[in-house]
């Protein structure tokens, strides 16, 4: 059975989907901007405090908790796309964060020099270990005893109109495989129940979950419905599909996407829709 288009693997990020994200850094973290923002606010790091950042991207988040935890602080900043860790390097540097440093390691494997920390943080980087207990084991590791874990993961699919509706319009021109449940990807831990288990069976206690709702710019912010309609069938995931289904059928889908992203087109603002994540807590 072929993988439906939302499967990803963590091995896919040091390849080609690493290579995508930096191609598209300002519109990918301008989107998930708003659930970023949260979560930071919900973590309020403190002056020097000993923090990781897992699946760190471009260097933005690894960069903001340099600042939140200076004086006396640092954070290192993992990923494993190459790629991707040396522009994070290279905006540190410009931004004169000094406090943080990067790596380009598997997370779910091997513990990063400077463990064990006092916090783990993840901005949508935890939802794609291909075994979760034994990476959520080895992120555990990577803890001081006491240690804080925060990290987002989005809520199911449904709960995510941004996602469900750009995918009704690839389903009418594609056969999509459904998912399962359970399988790496964005929407891996959108079951609550298993996001608990798999937290619970790495060793961490006390987890609180909170719901983070609102409107993203697809596309970041001020894009128009033809330049987010472009982004998410040209740098997501959607990407492939829309490949293998042949340039036709690609330029019909596209063009219905950004159909369908007019009407929430807001001038100023960008395509506004709908999205929903949640914020997990825990404690080593």
Known sequence: MSESPNTLHAEDWAGEIGERWLANLDPFEGQIA???????????????????????????TTIRIARAVAPGGSVLGLDISQALVDEARR??????????????????????????????????GTMFFADPKSAFANL????????????????????NPWMMETMGVVARHIALPPRVPGTPGPFAFGDTGYLLEILAAAGFSE??????????????????????????????????????????IAARV???????????????????????????????
Request: charged fraction near 15%.
């Open 34 to 60: 708003p659930v970023g923002d949260a979560l930071f606010a919900r973590a309020g790091f403190a002056p020097g405090e000993h923090v990781i950042d897992i699946g760190c991207g471009g260097g933005g």
């Open 207 to 248: 987890p609180d979950i909170a719901g983070w709702e609102g409107l993203q710019p697809i596309g970041g912010p001020g894009a128009t419905p033809a330049e987010a309609a472009a982004f998410i069938t040209g740098a997501s995931s959607v990407a492939d599909t829309l490949k293998a289904a042949g340039p036709e």
């Open 140 to 159: 555990h590791a990577m803890l001081r005893p006491g240690g804080r874990i925060d990290i987002s993961v989005w809520a199911p699919a449904p709960d």
């Open 254 to 284: 596209v063009g219905e996407v950004a159909a369908l992203y007019a009407r929430f087109h807001r001038p100023g603002e960008g395509v506004m829709m709908g999205g929903k994540a949640w914020l997990v807590t825990a404690r080593a």
């Open 91 to 124: 905006r540190a540097q410009a931004a004169g964060a000094t406090a943080a440093a990067f790596t380009c390691a598997d997370a779910a494997a091997g513990i990063p020099e400077g463990a064990p920390f006092d916090r783990l943080y993840s901005r949508f």
